[in-house]
């Protein structure tokens, strides 16, 4: 399957609603991939891989349901240069930001609008 000129995103997040707003704010100049577990998102990046097609970037949630984002993106990062970027809506440690930062992780804090910590 080619997707012509756009660039291919995949977005992994366990909160579907998240998904939709990711999805409905890149359709229109990205080919969007959608995952809601750290092993859909794997498997979505490996399946685009042996197709020949190129993730140009994966935005990934840190926690995860079913496993933490950072597993997700070492296991990713071990095939190719794919970039990506950790989104997080917890305080992260901030030796453990610095980490992921030398390691090329992008860590983007966000906060939802009814949360309290």
């Given amino acids: 399957m080619s997707y012509g000129q756009k660039k291919t995103v995949v977005i992994c997040d366990d909160e579907q609603d998240l998904l939709q707003v990711f999805e409905l704010a890149l359709e229109s100049k990205y080919n969007v991939i959608l995952a809601s577990s750290g092993e859909e998102c794997i498997n979505r990046f490996l399946e685009e891989k042996n197709r020949g097609n190129k993730v140009h970037l994966i935005l990934l949630d840190y926690r995860l349901g079913d496993m933490m984002g950072d597993s997700v993106a070492r296991t990713i990062k071990q095939y190719n240069e794919t970039k990506i970027i950790l989104i997080s809506a917890y305080n992260l440690d901030s030796a453990f930001v ?20």
């Avoid at 390691?103 to 910590?117: E, F, G, Q, T």
Wanted: aromatic residues 10%.
């Fill in 98 to 117: 610095k980490e992921l930062e030398e390691n090329k992780y992008i860590v983007k804090i966000y906060r939802k609008a009814n949360s309290s910590s």
